[in-house]
Structure formats: structure tokens, C-alpha cells
């Protein structure tokens, strides 16, 4: 297969676009949060000028050398993410770099970043960093497991690893889409993607009234800016996988960010409306629920 | 923590293993801080506005004018409206509001969290005992003017003060770093000797690092 250059310029396009979303999503999200509350709320764009102070921060420190990688992993975590995935179907411009195999290292994407931001945080040596990795990777080991259950169940189904062809297979109205013909795995993905959003019930990892702040404590100006980046992009990407697997893809931008924000919505409701679970709390129900519903669905898939 | 523990010392693992500790060079910075001054005109123009539309506070409350912060986070007030937030590690933080008198013990717990803040970074004394000591102006154990320890950018004067002055404070300390003036960060490490002086004036048996991070 040819390798066509012009596509690393669709790409670095689509992830601006992405990146774009990701701040703005965040910021609607916290003025609606605010409105609940009655408060006025954040301005919109707030989330761009942190992004930007944070940038222009003059002075940072280090403590080692995985300091300084522990941010780069967790940002090319997400980027690496996002740009193995296609974005809108049937467009020859917002394919990616996606191939035929793409499902299975997307997975890995997933966890590469936490993985990354472990190493940096530890070397911080803030016990806090400490107690907020270990809570953080155990937690995202045992959402991982019923979200590998729906993915491979989605794979039994469809007979396929490629996205495209998941995507494909979905077209022709809602009848056809995953949520509908495979409803046990897109329930264990979505449970097991509230595990990962850190909203409540699931975010003790970074709750600022239980550990100020967990993992990124330590993390400052310019480490801090890149750390915020991916939080635009990671999360935007994981929906943009969700929305192709279990919501039909989509067709345009607009469709698709439609869809994100729906999808979006859903652990900020689940967040709102349900109290914080202590770590082994959370691991026990993602072993009890999400991850029978997951097995049930490899189970029942023809 | 006592001078002693900044010592180099032998520390017996718990598998027995052995191994060396030199506090002061594993833990702190001894090398002396440098000012960063601003850069190009019109960039630092536009990076000015981003740092004054995106205050993140400090949450350490001095003394009891912290109770008057609460209220800015609920509804009432809400000063998130105005892109100031609530950081709890002094490594995010850009402002440090000392919050009513400050005794001699606190004040050397804000100097350990001024100092690990980064560059740029603002200070605001929060009621008059910051200006003066106020109601404690000869009380044993609190320090009288803020500005002898630390480099203050604006006062809000009152006791206390309400959430709205300290709204207004907020205001007023953003037009100072839109003008460039907030450079307190840069103040401090010019005169380092001479705020050194002043703190272990009154800090007695001052047992840490000079400059510490």
C-alpha cells in the first residue's frame, strides 16, 4: 500500500479540530454544572486561556528525567489514540492513519498514557502523586477489563478488528447500529467508560477534597499545560471510538459532534447524580456488573 | 523538622539494607533562584491578559479572613465568573492570598508555599492586619507588615473585608498585571537577601533551606 503524505495534514487537521472541541466541551460543561448549582458559572473559553497561562508560565523545575516524560507519554497516549482511529465515515479526509487492524492497538493506546504518567508522577515524590497513581491504575485495570470484554465481543460480532468496516457494517439507519444489535457489550462499555472519565463516582483519584490533587500534583506550568491538553483530547477521542463502535459513526462533523456531546453527557449525569466510591469499592462493582454484562455479551454474540 | 534532620546521615531500609541521605541535596534546591524578566513587548502584552483572566488561588487560609473565600465559590458571589479558581498545590498557583494576621508559625509555612510557586506569581495581603497588624498590631506572636516578608501586589483593607471588596481586589489586581506590573515574583529574588534578613529576623531557630522547593 502507498503511503500518501498528504494525510499527516488531514491528520494534524482533524486532531486541532478535536483538540478544539475537547476545550470547549469542557468549559459547557462546567458553566451547565454551574447552572445546576445556580451559579453563574465559568466563561466558555476559560478553559483556553488556562491552557495558555499555563504555557506562558516562565519558570519550571524538575525532579529527573521521567518528570519530564511522564506528560509526553500521557499527551501521545491520547494523540496516538486518536490518530489511528477514523473519524468520519466515508470521508477521504478524516481517516487517519486507520488500518485494518487499528481496534487492537487503540486499546493499548488507552492505557499507554497512564501507564506513562505513573512513571512521571512517582518521580515527582509527592506521596500524594503516590496515592493517587495506585488508585489510578487499579481502578483503570478493572474498568479495562469489562471495556475488552465489549470490545472483543463487538469483534466476534462484526467478524472484523477494523473500525472502518465496524462502522460500515452499522450504516442504514438505527436499527443496524451496535447499541441495538449488540446491546450487553455497548452496556459494558459504557459502564466500564464512566471508570475512566474521572467524574464521580469514579474520580477519588483526583478529587481535590481527597487527595489535592492525586497524580498531577506535582505538575506545573508547562508539564501542567500538557497535561490539560490531553485532557481535551484524550477524553474527545475515547467518545469519537464509542460513537464509531456502538453509535454508527458518522457521516459529517456536525453528526458527529452531536453525537460526542450526547455521549459526553453521560458520565457528567451519572457524575451529578451519584456520591464518590472508594477505590476498592469501585473495583468490586466493575467485577460484579460491568464485567458479568461484558462476559454475558461475548456469551450471547453470533 | 529540626536542623538535624537536613544533616547527612546513614538510614537503615526495612529489608536492612544501608544506604546514604543528604537531605539538602536529595530533597531542596541550594542552588540560588534567578529573575526571569519579561520578554518581547507585544507578546508579553497578550500573555499579561491570559495570566490576569486566569487567576488560580492558592486554597490556604492564614488566618480567619480565609472564611471570607468561601462564599466567592458558591453561588452568591461566584468568582469563577471572573477566571479565578481554587488550585490546592502551590506548584498550579498563581496567587497566594494571606488571609488575616499572620503568626510567626504560618509564616513559615506561606514562605515554603510562596516560594515553591512559580514565576509569575502575586501576592495579596487580605485585611488590615496584612498592612499593619491591624487588631494585633502588639500581639507576641504575629508579624505586622506583610510587605517586610513577602512582595505584596495589592491590599484589601478592612476587617474584615467582604466578599465583595475582595472581588474588587481580584479587579484591581488584574489591572496591575495587565500594566506588567505584577512582577513580584522577580521583586523577591532582586532582594532576596533583604527578605531573608527580614524572615529570619522573626522566624527563630530557622531550620530550612534558603531557598526551598
Not at chain 1, 102 to 111: A, G, N, Q
Not at chain 1, 116 to 127: D, I, R, S, T, V
Not at chain 1, 187 to 211: K, N, T, Y
Not at chain 2, 172 to 192: D, H, S, V
Request: hydrophobic content about 45%; some cysteine.
Amino acid at each position: 500500500m502507498k503511503f500518501e503524505w498528504i494525510k499527516i495534514l488531514y491528520a494534524v487537521w482533524a486532531l486541532l479540530i478535536i483538540l478544539n472541541i475537547g476545550l470547549v466541551f469542557q468549559g459547557v460543561t462546567q458553566k451547565i454544572a454551574a447552572r445546576l448549582g445556580r451559579r453563574y458559572g465559568i466563561r466558555w473559553y476559560q478553559p483556553y486561556i488556562d491552557l495558555m497561562k499555563n504555557y506562558a508560565m516562565r519558570s519550571s523545575i524538575t525532579h529527573g528525567v521521567m518528570f519530564y516524560l511522564g506528560p509526553v507519554f500521557r499527551l501521545s497516549g491520547g494523540i496516538g489514540m486518536f490518530l489511528f482511529m477514523p473519524v468520519i465515515f466515508d470521508s477521504p479526509y478524516f481517516q487517519n492513519f486507520s488500518f485494518s487492524g487499528d481496534l487492537i492497538l487503540i486499546s493499548y493506546f488507552m492505557f499507554f498514557g497512564t501507564l506513562g504518567m505513573a512513571l512521571g508522577a512517582g518521580e515527582g515524590g509527592h506521596p500524594y502523586s503516590a496515592i493517587g497513581i495506585t488508585r489510578g491504575l487499579s481502578q483503570m485495570t478493572a474498568a479495562e477489563v469489562p471495556q475488552i470484554l465489549a470490545i472483543i465481543s463487538v469483534a466476534v460480532q462484526y467478524q472484523t478488528i477494523s473500525i472502518t468496516n465496524i462502522v460500515a457494517a452499522q450504516q442504514g439507519g438505527i436499527m443496524n447500529w451496535t447499541v441495538m444489535t449488540n446491546p450487553f457489550a455497548t452496556a459494558a462499555a459504557l459502564l466500564a467508560l464512566l471508570g475512566s472519565m474521572m467524574r464521580p463516582p469514579f474520580d477519588v483519584v483526583l478529587a481535590p477534597q481527597e487527595i489535592p490533587i492525586g497524580p498531577p500534583t506535582e505538575f506545573h506550568s508547562n508539564f501542567l499545560a500538557v497535561l490539560q491538553t490531553n485532557r481535551a483530547i484524550f477524553p474527545m477521542a475515547k467518545m469519537v471510538l464509542f460513537v464509531n463502535i456502538f453509535f454508527g459513526g458518522a457521516t459529517n462533523w456536525p453528526l458527529m459532534i452531536a453525537k460526542m456531546f450526547l455521549l459526553y453527557m453521560w458520565p457528567i449525569f451519572i457524575g451529578v447524580a451519584f456520591p464518590r466510591f472508594r477505590v476498592d469499592q469501585s473495583i468490586r462493582w466493575f467485577i460484579k456488573i460491568p464485567a458479568v454484562i461484558g462476559i454475558i455479551a461475548v456469551l450471547l454474540v453470533r | 523538622m529540626s536542623m538535624d534532620d537536613l544533616k547527612k546521615r546513614k538510614v537503615t531500609g526495612p529489608d536492612g539494607e544501608e544506604f546514604e541521605v543528604d537531605p539538602l541535596n536529595d530533597y531542596f534546591c541550594t542552588e540560588r533562584p534567578h529573575p526571569e524578566y519579561p520578554g518581547n513587548k507585544i507578546v508579553e502584552k497578550f500573555l499579561n491578559w491570559a495570566r490576569a483572566e486566569s487567576i488560580w488561588i492558592l486554597g490556604f487560609g492564614t488566618g480567619c479572613g480565609a472564611i471570607e473565600m468561601r462564599p466567592l465559590m458558591t453561588p452568591r458571589f461566584d468568582a469563577y465568573r471572573f477566571g479565578i479558581q481554587w488550585r490546592p498545590t502551590p506548584r498550579q498557583s498563581n496567587l497566594l492570598v494571606v488571609s488575616g494576621y499572620l503568626s510567626v508559625k504560618t509564616l513559615k509555612r506561606v514562605i515554603r508555599s510562596y516560594e515553591q510557586m512559580q514565576n509569575p506569581k502575586y501576592v495579596m495581603g487580605l485585611g488590615s492586619c496584612t498592612i499593619n497588624g491591624g487588631m494585633y498590631w502588639d500581639s507576641y506572636n504575629t508579624i505586622n507588615r506583610l510587605d517586610h516578608y513577602l512582595p505584596v501586589d495589592t491590599y484589601i483593607a478592612g476587617c474584615m473585608p467582604r466578599p465583595e471588596s475582595l472581588i474588587a481586589g481580584f479587579e484591581q489586581l488584574k489591572k496591575i498585571i495587565k500594566e506588567g506590573k505584577g512582577e513580584g515574583a522577580n521583586k523577591y529574588i532582586e532582594n532576596l537577601d533583604w527578605y531573608k534578613q527580614n524572615q529570619k529576623k522573626i522566624i527563630k531557630g530557622w531550620d530550612m533551606p534558603d531557598y526551598n522547593w
